[in-house]
């Protein structure tokens, strides 16, 4: 295909515009070749004649290549569509940074982005893969070169230019931020953090504002960051080109001096601050010129404040900083100081001026050299011989030496501060490599140009001489590479420019020349230079000015002021001045001008120093010659200079891989994203991007990989849709082709010329065309044959609804007529059947109430007879019971009379037995039957106090043993020094048991004397029996003589015998007695116990006192001391409860935890019962709390976390071992909650009867749940990490690559500066599957709790979301409908995978399901319609998403086919989200946080297993049993 063929009707071509520089048109006709009608986008037509192919207008690009990421990618390289593509990402996408080949072109946003933070860094520092193509930004530039200099061990080199105002500084400075956290070592020094912290000093040094730019760099700094053989940052060197020092002493208009200088006036009235003198900066005439001493949004004070904390951070001291700001205040009272005019000629300074009082002061110069001073700065000397003159001085002469001193003092404070700063981040061991970053000037043109613009654009003319070599050099290596077939590419070289500038009889050469002369002028050299280089093309002489010179430059012709140029390059400074300073006694002045002293020795400026005020002069004339024999050596320029470190610094640059980032200035009127064609264009050729652009469109460079090529143009493969997608590429180009060399074959990528890909395009676009038009055809034909089969059917439709009607209505008046024949018939017979039941009714009611009154009447009869009856009834029942009760009381009456007298016959009768003596001896007999039980009772207690007794005296022997026992404790222990007198005290206190059992002896024989005295009691007894039987003797012969007192003897009987009971009752032994012998017992059995626990104490003692001087054996305890024995009963004995309980040694904690812990391996778990380590440990713990020791349950829970944790840390890139001992470790809190000691606790009431004999006894473990729970978030953080690691590289091909729908996944293959290894999709899905089921095995295997393994899974998602929505943010070309439709679908597995293995009843799943909603709502995004209307809608359906994040990824979406989006739909978007979302949400970062760690929250499990069923696993060697 000619090029002619391309220009057909409706194809898109570029205009000049002096408006926008380029528009774009549209070819409305064409004629034989030779004229071209095109209409532009405002609607005018024009017709271009062309003469040849090369007059043909540019092509524009297809749509789907504008916008781009990389520029070299377009089909048609050149200028208008490299504008373009820069502009549409600008400002339609917001998208700043773009690739151009190897340079990364970024545009000055004038805003506050928000994508320079930690997260943007972590994921283009993890992009390990870099198959991932993230969006162009700083920090790939940053990675890219980090990774070569890692793999490649070669140093690197990042070039930063542009002009002033582009975001040189702040690129640099983020590149050094990225280099800071990727190479950040962990050393004391914390390097990285000084390297960053210098950048706040050099801004305040070396930046200030001009009319571009309120922090632009007036210096060219070159910054190396070194790194150690581990590739951490161990030091940085700055090295820094061309300080402007004229902003020190002149300042245009709206622009400002140096930073620091206005940093001081605003910390003026600060107390340590009070000595500089210093005031507002509009009081200053070095500060007040650009009439705009303050910066919007800038606070001076603070920025000072940052300032100082920087210099103190980089270990200047407080007396270094004192003497840097006495400098500065210095240079401002110098500017000060005024210059009037003097009597005679000259000019002449006040001797009364308080500003050069103040500015010596300030040097710390003494007074007395005020004078000398002063006539320094108003006179010249002139050394004729051995003579020297002094010249006054013109006040526009003595001002500029004022000035000239204040800029080399200034400049030479600079120089001193950098190097301090190398001395602080310069590193004490050896270099193994380094990055240089290049912050310099980008190319400069103005309306008039001096030397400071000749030395930039040298510096330029060098770099880019460099960069295009460096092209070259990449484009051959990429074409032998993939084995092409290549001519050498000629590009244009300007290295005869830059021998005009350096080379020998050159500019420079010249003027160093004309400045050896002591009468050197700007004219002399020009005409020299005019004389020498008139032959040279790139040197031209002005036509409008005769002391002016023109370079043409890379960039353009650069016109020349010659005036100043020779001042400018000599830099010399008056050595009167010089000698005065150096008279400082601030050694940091001193040190400024050691290289410059006019003395060379300590005595002649001692000398000097003592010159009186009226010798000075005099004295100064004999010491100078002999100085002046000294001063040998020449002081070199300053173009010398900067060729000379320029020569080095390319020499660095040569020997490093460089990476270039070029700055673009979108606007002069710096107006957040405004782009400005006309600003921008011109930029573009200065930078060398449009150079670059030129050489990559001498060869092939459009280039795209097999795959790509066939998923891009399988509509021109007829036929070939199956096969390897190289032979199908080559058999379609082959096709395709008209012979010429349109494109090249490589062993991974097909090449092509400029314009190719735009043919393939073209042909792509007729072939969906026709294709459309065969589609639309068919389609219409379709839709006729549907709408005529549509009306056939209505139509016979309606035809059948009508006959249908009309047969209907027949057939209804045939119904109708039937039905009124059937009705006349039914009323006819309900008429007669009414008047039938009428009569019935009425004949039937006449017979019902006659019959009804006969019956009424027979009833009414009835009921009167069968009341009679019944009355007659009672009547007769009332009479007869009537009679029955009157007999039954006569009856009754006698029964009672009879009763009554044998009852008075029977009260005689035993009146009289009363009166007879039987009946007192019948009482007596049952008072002496209760005496004998009385006394059997006393027996029986007898024998019980006397078993005791028994009892007692075998204790007592018990004791007695005890206490030897303990007297040979006491002598085992008196070896030792340190505890002998405490051991002591304790055995006495064992001794005074001795006196104890005296005691109970005691008490022993007081029980047998309350014996003896109970059988006293019984003999009195007896003989109470006794006289008893002799008074009821008396009592009969009493009672026969005196029968007729029977009533009185009877009373007196009575007495007597109730007196007798009463002293029998006396006699006996009462309650009290035997309550007394029971208390006495009591107290006896107190006061043994009493004994026991004493005893319990001291043996307590005697243990601590073994272990603490490691006593290798102790005698054993009795078993009668044991704590069982202790603790029970004191008289039967409690036996050891000893199940569930792990026994060992006291001495062993340590060995067993560790054996348990590091043998219980997760094969060795899965044989066993879930969490049988985690009961194990318990277990142990129950022993030594049922045998109370506390430090045992200490040193076994202690140990036991401690070992966890090593064991983890060592191990934690082992996920099964991680996995269980996070259950294991759950399990073990668990279990101190299940078995506390406290039986009322919430954890404690589900347990069964057998888990609560399993409780602990006397230790509570709550202490220990804060540390476990601490143990598993560390366990949990560490497992969390390794799993991340595993997952970080395959989330985005599996999740946004893999296309599991078709399976037609197209593996994206890298970039030509890729590094990384190629994951095909479905190999990371199905290793992300795996590894999901993998998790989900390992967490059931090992018993993890539940609301654990939920966090997990939640954290996991959670981590798979943010991945996949940060790769989007990142990723233009990623940002379309297709890519939407496979994330949904995966993302859809993903949540059936969630729904499959966790339990629906609760909330869990729900949680886990919301962490996707993010990538969720971006798919839709991208599926959703754009318009205008449903915008509403969209904003509403992704309330997952933050307002930043919508609104990236709707400027980052791509439109597919024939997709639109329409112009207002993203402000109207933007306007929505301002209107619902609250303001600070903008303020938001736009990266998901994807290392944000959920907090881990422990829910009680309780477990269902006994601890009687654990067994210790097979293979575990510990040194426990199970009891």
Known sequence: MTSWQLYTKGTLVWLSCPTNVWQKATIIEESNGKELLVKSESGKVQEIHVKDVKELPFLCNPDFLVGTNDLTGLSYLHEPAILNSLKQRFINDNIIYTRCGIILVAVNPYRDLGIYDDYTIQAYHHDENQDRNLDPHVYSVAKEAYTQLERDSQDQSIIVSGESGAGKTVSAKYTMRYFATAGGSSAETQIEKKVLISSPVME????????????????????????????????????????????????????????????????????????????????????????????????DLEEFNQTRNALSTLNLKSEEQNCIFKTLSGILHLGNIALLEAENEGCAISAKDKHLDVSLEQFEVSREHAPRFRRSLTSRQIISGKEIFTKPLQNNEAAFRRDALAKHIYARLFGWIVAKLNGSLASSTEIHRCIGILDIYGFETFDSNSFEQLCINFSNEKLQQQFSNHVFKLEQEEYAQEGLQWKFIDYEDNQPCIDLIEGKLGILDILDDECKFSAGSDESWLRNLEKNCSGNKYFGKSKRSCSTFTIQHFAGNVEYQVNGFIEKNRDTIDPEQVAILQLSSNPLLVSLFEEECVFTSAEPRKIAGTVPRKLGPLILKEIQPAAKSTLRRTKRTVGSQFKDSLTQLMQSLNSTCPHYIRCIKPNDSKVAFEFDPHRVVQQLRACGILETVRISAAGFPSRMS??????????????????????????????????????????????????????????????????????????????????????????????????????????????????AIKIQCHVRGWLSRRKYSRIRSKIIGLQAHGRGFLVRQ??????????????????????????YRNTKKSIITVQSCVRRWFAKRELRRLKAEARSIECVKNLNKGLEIKVMQLQMDLDKRNMEVVTSLRMLEEET??????????????????????????????????????EEIKRLKENEVDLVNALSEAQKREKNLADTNDSLVEKIGKLEKTLSVEKQHWKDEEERLR?????????????????QDSFLIKEDYVLLLQERVSLKDKLQSALAHIEKLKKKFCLTRMPEIPEMLSPNLLHGSPIVKKGFESQGILKYNSLDAAKLTEGIVCQFTPSVARKCIQGTAAYLIFMALRYCDM??????????????????????????????????????????????RQYGCNPDSTYTRSN????????????????????????????????????????????????????????????FTPNRRGTGRYIDPK???????????QLKSLCNVFGVDPDITAQLYKQLFYFISSEVLNSLLLRKDMCNWATGVIIRYNITALEQWIRDNVPQGSDKAALILKTLQPVINASQLFQAKKTIEGVDNLVSSVDELTAPQILKLLHLFTPQGYEEVPSGFLPAVERKLKGIRPASEFDAQILADSNYLFPLNISYCPSTVDLETVQIPQGMSIPATLS
């Open 204 to 299: 305040a040094f070396g930046n200030a504002k001009t009319a571009r730019n309120d922090n632009s760099s007036r210096f060219g700094k070159f910054i190396q960051i070194e790194f150690d053989p581990a590739y951490t940052i161990m030091g940085a060197h700055i090295k820094t080109y061309l300080l402007e020092k004229s902003r020190v002493v002149y300042q245009a208009r709206t622009e400002r001096n140096y930073h620091i200088f206005y940093q001081l006036c605003a910390a003026a009235n600060l107390s340590e601050m009070s000595g500089l003198k210093l005031g507002p900066a509009e009081l200053f005439h070095y500060t007040n010129q650009g009439e705009q001493a303050v910066i919007d949004g800038v606070n």
């Open 1187 to 1232: 045998a109370s020791d506390e430090i045992g349950v200490k040193n076994i829970s202690n140990s036991a976390l401690n070992h966890i944790k090593r064991i983890v840390k060592e191990n934690q890139l082992d996920q099964d071992l991680c996995v269980l001992w996070l259950a294991n470790t759950a399990r073990f809190l668990h279990c101190i």
């Open 1055 to 1071: 007495d007597i015998i109730a007196r007798q009971q009463r002293e029998i009752e006396g006699s006996m032994p009462n309650n």
């Open 957 to 994: 022997k018990k004791l007695k043993s005890q206490c030897i026992v303990a007297d040979e404790l006491s002598k085992t222990l008196k070896t030792k020094e340190a505890t002998i007198e405490e051991l002591e005290k304790k055995v006495a206190s064992i001794e005074s048991l001795k």
């Open 706 to 819: 097999y795959d790509q090529f066939v998923n891009r143009y399988y509509q021109l493969a007829i036929g070939l849709r199956k096969g390897e997608p190289r032979k199908i590429c080559e058999t379609v180009l082959l096709n395709l082709s008209d012979g010429s060399d349109m494109c090249k074959f490589g062993q991974t990528k097909v090449f092509f010329r400029a314009g190719k890909i735009a043919q393939l395009e073209k042909l792509r676009k007729d072939l969906l065309w026709k294709s459309s038009v065969i589609i639309q055809k068919t389609w219409r034909g379709y839709s006729q044959r549907k709408l005529y089969s549509q009306l056939k059917r209505t139509t016979i439709f309606i035809q059948a609804r009508v006959r249908g009607n009309f047969a209907r209505a027949k057939a209804l008046a045939l119904r109708r007529n039937n039905a």
């Open 1323 to 1333: 190999a990371a899905w199905d290793t992300l599957m795996d590894k999901l089921n």
């Open 1248 to 1307: 069964t009867e057998n888990q609560s004999k399993m409780s602990l006894r006397n230790y509570d473990m709550s202490s220990y749940n804060k540390p476990l729970e601490d143990l598993l978030n560390f366990i949990y953080s560490k497992f969390w990490k390794t799993v991340k690691e595993s997952l970080s590289g395959i989330i985005y091909p599996a999740i946004i690559l893999y296309d599991s729908v078709s399976l037609s996944s197209t593996p």
């Open 858 to 883: 027979a009833v009414l009869k009835r009921k009167q007879t069968e009341k009679v009856i019944v009355i007659q009834k009672n009547v007769r029942m009332w009479l007869a019971v009537k009679k």
